[in-house]
């Protein structure tokens, strides 16, 4: 059974860098059929994507986040990690990570994500 | 940028009533849309891919429909374990995924 599990500071302050790594067990994390992706949730609100990474490297980021995200993957330690840069309180979120599977089958794409971490709460404050 | 627009945000109904949740895409996404279910404290739960298709062990009650611009998620027989809110996601755009605001689904 694929498990992923996040881990990282749970306090960060204003104006610095969250990090957060992504621990996948139980499953590859260099297979063509998935990308390995973060998202956030604030307290109380919705869920809002971060970004996704494929194994070989290739990144998509939220156009809302770009200019602070970078995400980037180990697949020697089965790790993909996120960085974000310039933390406000409005980042102050349970922070996910997931595998998001895709596939072409008989002529159909498929892409949705079907493994998540328990989550991480990160709270920004001095 | 596609948005999606999910409607109600929340609703109240009775043990065995039917329940259904729209979403609603700025542009068409073709099939290109799936449906979570988070319970409090919890991480999301994928319950129907590609708009249709339920998840492996997902129970039959759970069903989804639309193509284009209008999607539908219905719960044909609302049980008390159904209690969680309700997201739809859109992946049209690999680059650019987008879940919907959520629907809040609570028993009266």
């Known amino acids: 059974q694929l498990q992923l599990q996040e881990s990282g500071p749970g306090l960060v302050k204003p104006s610095e860098t969250l990090s957060l790594s992504c621990t996948v067990s139980g499953g590859s994390i260099s297979s063509s059929s998935y990308y390995w992706g973060w998202i956030r949730q604030p307290p109380g609100k919705g869920l809002e994507w971060i970004g996704s990474?494929?194994?070989?490297?290739?990144?998509y980021y939220n156009p809302s986040l770009r200019s602070r995200v970078t995400i980037s993957v180990d697949t020697s330690k089965y790790q993909f990690s996120l960085k974000l840069s310039s933390v406000t309180a409005a980042d102050t979120a349970v922070y996910y990570c997931?595998?998001?599977?895709?596939?072409?089958?008989?002529?159909?794409?498929?892409?949705?994500?079907?493994?998540w971490g328990q989550g991480t709460l990160v709270t920004v404050s001095s | 940028d596609i948005q999606m627009t999910q409607s109600p945000s929340s609703l109240s109904a009775s043990v065995g009533d039917r329940v259904t949740i729209t979403c609603q895409a700025s542009?068409?996404?073709?099939?290109?849309l799936n449906w979570y279910q988070q319970k409090p404290g919890k991480a999301p739960n994928l319950l129907i891919y590609?708009?249709?298709n339920l998840e492996t062990g997902v129970p039959s009650r759970f069903s989804g429909s639309g193509s284009g611009t209008d999607f539908t998620f219905t719960i044909s027989s609302l049980q008390p374990e159904d209690v969680a809110t309700y997201y739809c996601?859109?992946?049209?755009?690999?680059?650019?995924?987008?879940f919907g605001g959520g629907t809040k689904v609570e028993i009266k």
């Open positions: 990474i494929y194994y070989s490297g290739s990144t």
């Open positions: 996601q859109q992946f049209d755009n690999l680059l650019q995924l987008t």
């Open positions: 590609d708009a249709s």
């Open positions: 997931a595998r998001l599977t895709h596939y072409y089958d008989r002529g159909a794409y498929y892409c949705y994500f079907d493994y």
């Open positions: 542009q068409d996404i073709s099939n290109y």
